[in-house]
């Protein structure tokens, strides 16, 4: 079964703290997305990437920096958290490839992130 | 992208059908009408999507207009599985950035 694999469900981090959220796709992918998701503001991307090393912002990319340096695997890293960005995080990938097409996106499970 | 309109919530009895409606007016020509939902704690799930024609699969149907200005996902047979949020997205299938912007949604629950 194909997979979106984000690293951690929960964390909680303090004020300031460098943050990693990795996310890792084994379906050979070439684009992979950050959202974030807060209630009843539905998702809204953070920056997605078309291609390894490749980088674009997304809605609200204040705060937040991206890695793709393998084609699996992108991050979202939070230089200094700020518990403003205390939300769901979701990570997920598609391909022009797909049967469906482009616009089937799948997605991790999300990673819960609480900022103190 | 044409944007959507949906219901923030409905209800629907367990083994009824739930008909999920969404508003697209401003649809043009080469562009799909999408549907995802979400399950509580989870991501996103991708349902069916559609151009003009009425399309079913495992999961789902949908019916869209003639016109095209709006359409609806139907659960057969809904159950308290079915209970998330379900979000209509419309967008081009060839080219464009092949990123989807999701709404709120509507939120569904089913009861017994």
């Known amino acids: 079964d194909v997979k979106v694999t984000q690293s951690s469900r929960y964390l909680v981090k303090r004020t300031g703290e460098k943050v990693f959220l990795e996310c890792v796709q084994d379906?050979?992918?070439?684009?992979m997305f950050w959202y974030r998701q807060d209630p009843g503001l539905g998702l809204r991307l953070i920056y997605f990437?078309?291609?390894?090393?490749?980088?674009e912002k997304g809605d609200i990319p204040e705060g937040y920096s991206v890695s793709r340096e393998k084609k699996e695997r992108f991050s979202l890293i939070l230089e200094s958290a700020s518990t403003n960005q205390t939300s769901m995080y979701l990570c997920?990938?598609?391909?022009?490839?797909?049967?469906?097409?482009?616009?089937?996106?799948?997605f991790g499970a999300g990673s819960r992130l609480t900022v103190l | 992208d044409a944007k959507t309109t949906q219901p923030t919530s409905m209800d629907c009895a367990e083994g009824r059908a739930a008909n999920l409606p969404c508003n697209h007016s401003t649809i043009s020509g080469n562009e799909y009408v999408y549907w995802y939902r979400q399950i509580h704690s989870q991501g996103p799930q991708y349902i069916i999507h559609g151009l003009k024609n009425n399309e079913t699969n495992e999961m789902a149907s949908l019916i869209i207009t003639e016109d095209r200005k709006s359409s609806t996902l139907i659960l057969p047979h809904a159950t308290l599985r079915d209970t998330a949020v379900y979000y209509c997205?419309?967008?081009?299938?060839?080219?464009?950035?092949?990123?989807?912007?999701f709404g709120r949604g509507t939120s569904l629950i089913v009861h017994p």
């Open positions: 379906m050979d992918h070439e684009n």
């Open positions: 997205i419309v967008r081009v299938q060839e080219g464009g950035s092949y990123i989807p912007t």
């Open positions: 997920a990938s598609s391909s022009i490839y797909h049967k469906l097409g482009a616009n089937v996106l799948t």
């Open positions: 990437s078309y291609d390894v090393k490749m980088k």
